[in-house]
């Protein structure tokens, strides 16, 4: 099974070698994909050689050979024509319906993210627990750095769209600014999900629901773990 961008990137180089005989640049990869990077090229390419759909070869400058393509889209043996065949559609009626060919089936790039355990949208719970599992989430929801996931628990936060059960992914941080949602360790023992804001030398967390108040702490009682970058939710 291969990615979007996997696929989009092993047709772009198969129509290529079959219309001029020489494998497209990393650059003209890159444009053709929309992507910033030829970081990203070199991590497609990587993965369709390990699957088996295309191969380097050695010693020869943007030398690419194309193996296979996914079954759902290999040609169909040419049919011998007889005649005239006009180019039109024929209709199904008293046809037995041919079985459909299958789609390519996509899947956004992903990166696995280690989830942490459980954070409080409520009342603070136990600190970050260890890795339990991990959750495979879009590249273009993660930023740069190190990231972690948790697993929401409470109703705190429903007024920013932070629903019970729903996993946060969080950029591992430090430090945080005014209005940030941040993981926040308090007296190194209860971790929760809160808005941030800094009132002189004291942190607020504050809460998007009204029934639960801002709690107001010393500098010194609160430690930022992290900053929260997207949200995965399943219905």
Request: hydrophobic share 40%.
């Amino acid at each position: 099974m291969l990615t979007r961008k996997q696929f989009e990137l092993l047709m772009f180089i198969h129509e290529r070698l079959k219309e001029s005989g020489v494998p497209p640049s990393f650059d003209e990869m890159k444009d053709a994909l929309d992507l910033k990077s030829k970081s990203g090229i070199h991590r497609l390419i990587t993965a369709l050689e390990e699957r088996g759909f295309i191969r380097r070869l050695p010693n020869r400058a943007r030398a690419l050979e194309v193996v296979k393509l996914p079954e759902s889209v290999q040609p169909s043996p040419a049919r011998p024509r007889r005649g005239f065949e006009p180019s039109v559609i024929e209709g199904n009626l008293g046809k037995a319906r041919p079985a459909p060919t299958p789609e390519p089936t996509f899947e956004r790039d992903t990166l696995p993210v280690p989830v942490m355990g459980r954070i409080a949208a409520g009342v603070p719970i136990s600190a970050i627990q260890n890795h339990s599992h991990t959750v495979h989430v879009p590249i273009d929801l993660i930023t740069t750095g190190e990231h972690f996931a948790l697993e929401v628990r409470g109703d705190s936060m429903i007024e920013a769209g932070i629903l019970d059960g729903d996993t946060v992914v969080i950029k591992r941080s430090d430090v945080a600014d005014t209005g940030d949602i941040v993981v926040a360790l308090v007296d190194d023992e209860e971790a929760t999900l809160k808005r941030l804001r800094k009132k002189g030398a004291s942190i607020a967390l504050e809460a998007a629901n009204p029934a639960y108040e801002t709690r107001i702490f010393g500098p010194d009682r609160v430690r930022i773990q992290g900053k929260l970058v997207a949200l995965m939710r399943r219905y």
